[in-house]
């Protein structure tokens, strides 16, 4: 099970810092990510962090958005810096596949929205 928190509403321009648990087994085995649902959109791909610490970045939030997971409490963390209105969205805790952007599975989502 994948148990994401932290979304809620914020000014343009304000930071947010998203949580994810999971259990040892899952987050020792995997590469851990988050993804993301805005309304009437397609999916789109936020980051990932592998389980050795290397990351890859979505273009849209590169330079934005940083993730790090915790190896000792088994969470991931996305801090989210200077957002935008366009970064609304459902955001899901995923576990992916390797060296891919695909998630092979995902937790309930938890809404970030970014308005003044």
């Known amino acids: 099970q994948l148990q994401a928190s932290g979304g809620g509403l914020v000014q343009p321009g304000e930071s947010l810092t998203l949580s994810c648990a999971a259990s040892?087994?899952?987050?020792?085995?995997?590469?851990m990510g988050w993804y993301r649902q805005a309304p009437g959109k397609q999916r789109e791909f936020v980051a990932t962090?592998?389980?050795?610490?290397?990351?890859n970045i979505g273009d849209s939030v590169k330079g934005r958005f940083t993730i790090s997971r915790d190896n000792a409490k088994n969470t991931v963390s996305l801090q989210m810096n200077s957002l935008k209105p366009e970064d609304t969205a459902a955001y899901y805790c995923?576990?992916?596949?390797?060296?891919?952007?695909?998630?092979?599975?995902w937790g309930q989502g938890t809404l970030v929205t970014v308005s003044s």
């Open positions: 995923s576990v992916f596949w390797s060296y891919s952007t695909v998630p092979r599975y």
């Open positions: 040892r087994s899952v987050f020792n085995s995997n590469t």
């Open positions: 962090i592998a389980r050795g610490g290397s990351t």
